[in-house]
């Protein structure tokens, strides 16, 4: 089973602290009604909420990439079924290796 992962995006973030809000908002009124069920499902619920936004991943930094770039990173993760930012990730990993490497290996390998 693949796990999901969600990134902290800004959108992302402001939508979970508003609906986490809201829960709370909601919880505190179902304690004044004294509607204890419901007390124990919004508690529950803002909990989950709550470790949801406490373990987002943080934010990664934007990288323009050329329109053949982006097109060839789309085609290949619908081929593949691999996530589209995993695929970006090992390219850009494999680029900065070729960087890093001597420059004598990299002339061996021409």
């Known amino acids: 089973m693949k796990s ?3 990134f902290a995006t800004q959108r992302n973030r402001i939508l979970l602290w508003m609906s986490t809000l809201l829960m709370a908002i909601a919880t505190v009124d179902a304690l004044v009604a004294a509607t204890w069920d419901l007390v124990l499902v919004l508690g529950l619920a803002l909990i989950v909420q709550l ?5 987002l991943r943080g934010r990664r930094p934007v990288v323009p990439l050329r329109d053949d770039l982006y097109r060839w990173l789309e085609e290949r993760s619908a081929t593949t079924g691999e996530p ?3 695929i970006a990730d ?3 990993a494999a ?4 960087l890093s490497r ?8 021409q």
């Open 4 to 6: 999901l992962t969600i």
């Open 95 to 98: 680029y900065r290796a070729g």
């Open 51 to 55: 470790i949801i936004l406490l373990t």
């Open 90 to 92: 090992r390219c850009v």
């Open 102 to 109: 001597d420059a004598t290996v990299v002339k061996d390998r």
């Open 84 to 86: 589209f930012e995993f």
